[in-house]
């Protein structure tokens, strides 16, 4: 008999991961008033380690030979959580992942000369747009800074996880890749948290993120075997909207009709970018 991931269909897998990781960062979201977002995303990130590290039990053999590159990888994974943690702590949920996606649709289109890329950046620009604070959306603008931010992190995490897997196999080079950001992020955690990281609640939940977080690489994992990377591309833009449901059911977070077609708009050109776009082999080629 086929083990259970092969049993289910690849869209359907990509979708599973899409829930595990919102779901994950609005139980995140859910305890910044024990530990603030600095302390949640270094335990989120260490525990995420420690998990990777049982249960994969990668060698440390690739890492010394290419540990430079390794450790670039920690570091830019420890930037982008840093980032989005802290855009989640002013904006709702749903606004920040949309808004992170302007990263690899970035990413798809940058060296593109293809007229239909002209349409995807022209609708994540609309969607920015509606989310401007000039244009009356109310929204923090250090948060949208912060979302910002992540979105440059997440298209740099794209190129070094894309160049960490080419010289590392399987999830190795993200287990070696988390044990560094959460050496990077020790002292800020510690320093913005303190003895608050032992609270009972808030290493429980944090447990229950990093589950989430590792079952969301795993089910990617099983489903990029099967799926086109295209295609996964496509999948993969429904996480905005995903982003916004578990926002509303777990944080209470309402968004405006103007902030959820913002979403809308930059989750259909994260999509088209995903589906026509280039992809990372060729945005990497000289």
């Known amino acids: 008999m086929k083990p259970l991931a092969d049993r289910i269909p690849a869209p359907t897998l990509v979708v599973l991961a899409g829930v595990t990781v919102q779901l994950g960062s ?14 949640t995303v270094f335990l989120r990130v260490a525990l995420s380690a420690v998990l990777l590290l049982v249960l994969w039990r990668p060698s440390g053999q690739n890492v010394r030979t290419h540990w430079p590159l390794v450790l670039a990888y920690g570091g830019v994974l420890a930037l982008m959580n840093t980032c989005f943690y802290l855009a989640i702590d002013r904006i709702p949920l749903g606004i920040a992942v949309a808004l992170e996606f302007i990263g690899p649709l970035g990413l798809s289109v940058i060296k593109s000369r293809r007229w239909l890329d002209v349409v995807w950046v022209t609708l994540a620009a609309l969607g920015v747009l509606l989310l401007a604070p000039l244009q009356g959306s109310g929204l923090d603008p250090i948060g949208l800074g912060f979302a910002g931010m992540a979105a440059l992190s997440w298209a740099g995490y794209i190129l070094l996880a894309a160049a960490t897997g080419k010289v590392i196999p399987g999830l190795e080079g993200l287990a070696w890749g988390m044990v560094f950001g959460t050496l990077l992020l020790l002292p800020i955690g510690i320093g913005a948290a303190g003895t608050a990281l032992l609270d009972i609640r808030l ?57 959820m077609m913002a979403v809308i708009l930059i989750s259909i050109a994260a999509a088209g970018a995903a589906r026509y776009g280039m992809t990372v082999e060729e945005v990497m080629e000289p």
Not at 217 to 236: D, I, K, S, T, W
């Open 26 to 39: 609005a139980l995140a979201k859910s305890v910044f008033e024990l530990a603030g977002p600095l302390g």
């Open 203 to 259: 290493l429980a939940i944090a447990t229950a993120v990093a589950a989430l977080s590792s079952s969301t690489y795993a089910l990617e994992l099983v489903a990029l075997r099967r799926l086109p990377v295209n295609v996964f591309g496509v999948l993969l833009s429904v996480e905005p909207m995903l982003a916004a449901a578990s926002g509303f059911v777990v944080l209470g977070e309402m968004l405006t009709v103007r902030s």
